[in-house]
């Protein structure tokens, strides 16, 4: 479902008209929509009907409590990669025993506050990550629930930057390295072999790479059962790519099938840990054009949200589709939609055409997964607020920062 659809020529989040958000709330500001959210969370769903399964947010795609704390009434777990992203979960009121937690570098610290806590399971990286656990579990009288993190060496088919799951990555555990580190893990007295996880790389639209992995873990699953080492679960990551601009990425169902063919008959829980797929169209980005400025070779709409709001295409070079909240408001000529941020990366979009005017309201769309989640305050620039639409209501679930509380931690010195 698409929540952001024009109403009498102007752009909605669901019930709600962006131009009210934008009275009530200003701008920049990121606009959310439940029911999309939560669309989104029973297509993975239903396509896990019937099956021992478990659906673990990706909390780093989008971590305002309020997001979390809708996953977490309508049963989802939890794929964290931080403390920081924990107390999130535990302040949201996600349950701990449903959190899976990755990362390469998790910190003696982090695994005490998860220990404590008592997640689901640990995804471990290294050898020196799951000798470290092993013993920070014994400290503190528990055992440790552990999948390795596996590296199959696929190729995903995505962005470079966002492939996990090549031998050149630094992610998981080497495939070949593996089966090793689950004898030694056997052997330790504080760990629990719990599962296996495997993640490939982010916005994947093709299926057959996601299949060829599940298909190499398992793999290593039947030779640890012949070694007598039996896994509870599988943890088969996250990735699965969304419409940004002309994609025509797979139903959840269609890109899950063949995945879910390969586990037919296995007693196994099944994990996936979407992000993107979950929030990325369910939230957009509402900005204000300050200026239209007609330079000699190109014209700019210079915008007041900038790559420190959404940093997806001056980092990645992130197509979003922008639209104008008033539709038909004039003639139309080509932008380079820019922020006002000191840097020639400080774009929204190249070359857009558009119909609009100077105080004019823009949508930045697809912006619900990795936006507000990679913000920054660089230009010492408050972040955007964040809203989220219910029908015909909205509710500001962050409020916008305050440059006084941008420098609060700071002290001079004589
Ligand atoms: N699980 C693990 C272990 C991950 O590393 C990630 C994402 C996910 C799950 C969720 O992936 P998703 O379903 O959202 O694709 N900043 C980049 C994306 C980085 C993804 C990092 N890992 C972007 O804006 O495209």
């Known amino acids: 479902m698409n929540p952001f659809v024009y109403r009498n020529g102007i752009l909605c989040a669901e019930g709600v008209p962006l131009p009210q958000i934008a009275a009530e709330h200003g701008t920049p500001c990121y606009v959310y929509s439940r029911a999309a959210l939560l669309a989104r969370y ?20 989008n971590s305002n409590l309020a997001i979390l704390n809708q996953f977490a009434r309508a049963g989802a777990g939890f794929d964290i990669v931080s403390g920081g992203e924990l107390a999130r979960v535990l302040a949201a009121g996600g349950d701990p025993a449903k959190v899976v937690f990755s990362g390469v570098g998790k910190t003696a610290d982090e695994m005490r ?62 495939y070949a390295d593996a089966f090793a580190l689950y004898l030694r893990a056997r052997e330790l007295p504080h760990i629990d072999i719990a599962g296996i996880a495997c993640h490939i790389g982010s916005q994947l639209l093709d299926p057959a790479p996601a299949a060829e992995a599940a298909g190499k873990v398992l793999a290593l699953v039947d030779q640890l059962a ?12 996250g990735g699965i790519g969304i419409r940004y601009r002309d994609e025509t990425p797979p139903d ?28 990325g169209n369910a ?20 915008v007041d949200a900038a790559m ?23 003639a139309e000529a080509e932008y380079e939609v820019v922020g006002p941020v000191c840097e020639s990366g400080d774009f ?67």
């Open 308 to 330: 420190n709001d959404l940093m997806r295409p001056a980092l990645y070079d992130a197509w979003h589709d922008i639209l104008a909240v008033r539709q038909d408001a004039g």
């Open 283 to 302: 939230g957009i980005l509402l900005t204000r054009i300050e200026y239209l400025k007609h330079g000699e070779e190109k014209n700019f709409a210079i």
């Open 113 to 174: 506050q998860a220990l404590a806590s008592g997640v689901f399971c640990f995804n471990v990286e290294s050898a020196e990550e799951l000798e470290r656990l092993n013993e920070l579990a014994g400290e503190s009288g528990r055992t440790a629930p552990i999948a390795l993190r596996v590296n199959p060496d696929v190729d995903p088919k995505t962005h470079p930057y966002i492939s996990t799951g090549l031998r050149s990555n630094k992610f998981g555990v080497a």
């Open 252 to 279: 959840v169902a269609d890109y899950l099938a063949p995945i879910l063919a390969q586990l037919a008959g296995r007693k196994e829980k099944i994990l996936f840990e979407p992000g993107r797929a979950l929030v």
């Open 348 to 414: 929204l979009g190249h070359a857009r055409r558009l119909a609009v005017a100077s105080g004019d309201l823009l949508a930045i769309l697809s912006a619900g997964a990795y936006g507000m989640a990679m913000s920054s305050n660089y230009n010492t620039r408050p972040r955007a607020a964040e809203v989220l639409v219910d029908g015909a209501k909205s509710f500001l679930v962050r409020g916008r920062e305050r440059p006084e509380q941008l420098f609060a931690l700071e002290t001079v010195i004589d």
């Open 42 to 61: 029973e297509a993975f769903r239903q396509a896990l009907a019937g099956r021992d399964a478990m659906i673990c947010y990706a909390v780093k795609a």
């Open 226 to 237: 012949d070694a007598g080492i039996i896994l509870r679960h599988l943890d088969l990551g």
